[in-house]
C-alpha cells in the first residue's frame, strides 16, 4: 500500500505570497494532522482534520488555513508568507480522530525568500 | 499551556551501552506517541501509548508510560549504530480541540 504522499517536495516562494500544499492520507485513513518543523526543532501541531472537518487546532495566526476534501486529501493553505514560515512541512495520517497511530508523509520544503 | 520536556537533548553512547531517554509533561493526557527521525527525514512512528502503564518494546527500544507522573520513558537496550537518530516524544492533549505537543527532541548517536 502506498503511504502518505505530499507535493510538492520542495517549494521557493517570495515575501507576501501565498502557497498551497497537498498531501493523500493512507487509504482507509479519515484523519490528517498538518506540522510545521523549523530546523533544529521539533515539529509543531498545526491543524487536524477528521472526516472534513476540523478538529483540532494550533496556535498558528490566522494566515494558515486548511481544508479536507471528501477523499479525505487536504491542502495547507498559507497566505502573506513571511520569512519565519520557511520550514518543513509535515503531513500525518490515521485512522481515526484521536488516539491513533500516526503516519507522515515525506514533507514539503518551503523556503521564503 | 501544555508543555513536554526530553532530556538528555544530546546522547552520546557507545555500542551495547544502555540509556534512557525522559519525557515529561505538563497536563494530565494518556495519549503519548515515540517518534524517530533521521537527518533529512521524516518521522517514523515507534510507539503509541493509550493508558496508564502502558509498556511496548519493539527491538532495542522499550517505552513506558507513567501518566500519575506525567512521564514517559524510552530504554535503549545494548545500543547499536543503527539507532542513531533524533527521537522525539509527543503528548496528546484534548480539552474542547485536539493538539499535539511535541518535546524538543533527543539527539542520540551510538558510537562504534
Known sequence: ??????????????????????????????????????????????????????????????????????????????????????????CASSEGQWGYEQYFGPGTRLTVT | ELKVEQNPLFLSMQEGKNYT???????????????????????????????NGAVKQEGRLMASLDTKARLSTLHITAAVHDLSATYFCAVGAASGTYKYIFGTGTRLKVLA
Open chain 1, 1 to 90: 500500500d502506498a503511504g502518505v504522499t505530499q507535493s510538492p517536495t520542495h517549494l521557493i516562494k517570495t515575501r507576501g505570497q501565498q502557497v498551497t500544499l497537498r498531501c493523500s492520507p493512507i487509504s482507509g485513513h479519515k484523519s490528517v494532522s498538518w506540522y510545521q518543523q523549523v530546523l533544529g526543532q521539533g515539529p509543531q501541531f498545526i491543524f487536524q482534520y477528521y472526516e472534513k472537518e476540523e478538529r483540532g487546532r494550533g496556535n498558528f495566526p490566522d494566515r494558515f488555513s486548511a481544508r479536507q476534501f471528501p477523499n479525505y486529501s487536504s491542502e495547507l493553505n498559507v497566505n502573506a508568507l513571511l520569512l519565519g514560515d520557511s520550514a518543513l512541512y509535515l
Open chain 2, 21 to 51: 531517554i525522559y519525557c515529561n509533561y505538563s497536563t494530565t493526557s494518556d495519549r503519548l506517541y515515540w517518534y524517530r527521525q533521521d537527518p533529512g527525514k521524516s518521522l517514523e512512528s515507534l510507539f503509541v501509548l493509550l493508558s
